[in-house]
């Protein structure tokens, strides 16, 4: 493949799924009509705003669908998307745009403020306006030109961004979707809490490619996901070591039975909080591992692995 077009790949989606519900967040329920119209709007303000193929744009968003949109809008722009954590320091914000040499940042009201003057111009989300999703307004990209910069962790040191290229970001797409557990479709929804900026864009583009729908939270509310799984409104969940240890604190002796998967791995599963998962849940923890430099997932242990895994007497050592 030499060349990718987004638009047309994104277009299709709001054409098939029109009004499905896309993403659900503290605010409202988006359908992909109006997820992909925004998204439109985005890549079209990027593009009077002179920003094309190889510019990079720093998107800085808290979990919701103008994350969503800001992320697509990006990519039927062909520019290269620096997506910023909005739990990094102030200074943390500004070396990651300093390093990524970014052009603009797009974000919300009372984000962008916290870059500084001396970045880059801002473009406030609030302030775009939806626009139909005409695929032939947008540019065609060279596969092996950069579409993303992510930023590790900095565990290490300073954090040190990684260059995606737009055939891998959407090679990583297809093998992400081709290594789920299930085939999501209409009724199928994936809870998701951790930062939009990281893993949670990958499993959101992979739920949305298949016409399933995400509920962005921002952070980990234990009443509110508590009360969603109760109310069987998810079948998959992304849940981390930290997040699902506080899942499974607040619940007691509460269980559960809409989820199909939960998405679990970035450290060592320990075979009590597996336990006390699989009681509350029954065997559907999936480990994967991964990492920012390349695509996801590396390895994993399916459900009914990670059940014999433990089961046998596994240690520490399952990390995917």
């Known amino acids: 493949m030499k060349s990718i077009h987004w638009a047309s790949e994104l277009s299709t989606l709001a054409l098939r799924y029109g009004e499905r519900p896309a993403i659900a967040d ?78 603009l940042l797009i974000s919300g009201v009372g984000l962008a403020r916290d870059i500084g003057v001396d970045g880059p111009a801002v473009l406030n989300i609030e302030d775009i306006k939806q626009a139909t999703l005409d695929p032939a307004t947008f540019p065609f990209v060279e596969s092996n030109t950069p579409a993303r910069i992510v930023f590790t962790s900095g565990t290490t040191g300073r954090p040190k961004g990684a260059v995606h290229s737009q055939i891998g970001r959407w090679t990583a797409n297809i093998l992400l979707r081709a290594n789920l557990p299930f085939q999501p479709g209409s009724g199928s929804n994936v809870l998701l809490m951790t930062p939009f900026s990281h893993g949670s864009s990958l499993m959101t583009h992979a739920f949305l490619s298949s016409g399933a729908s995400v509920t962005l939270l921002d952070g980990v ?40 998967t ?40 399916e459900a009914e692995e990670t059940e014999n895994w433990y089961a046998s007497g596994g240690e520490d050592a399952c990390v995917g």
């Open 26 to 103: 503290s605010a409202a329920t988006t359908t992909y009509a109006d997820l992909f119209a925004k998204a439109a709007g985005v890549g079209r303000a990027l593009t009077l705003a002179g920003i094309g193929p190889g510019d990079a744009v720093a998107t800085l968003f808290r979990n919701g669908a103008d994350a969503v949109a800001a992320t697509f809008g990006v990519m039927m722009a062909g520019a290269v998307e620096v997506p910023i954590n909005p739990a990094l320091s102030t200074t943390e914000r500004t070396y990651c745009c300093e390093v990524a040499d970014v052009r």
């Open 262 to 301: 939960i998405f679990c791995g970035t450290a060592v599963l320990k075979p009590t909080l597996y336990a006390r998962a699989r009681e509350m849940f029954g065997p559907v923890v999936r480990v994967t591992y991964g990492k920012s430099e390349v695509f996801n997932p590396i390895t994993l242990l």
């Open 221 to 260: 509310d234990p009443p509110i996901v508590l009360g969603i799984l109760e109310r069987g409104e998810c079948d998959a969940m992304f849940a981390p070591l930290t997040v699902l240890a506080k899942i499974v604190a607040a619940a007691g002796g509460r269980r559960f039975t809409s989820l199909r």
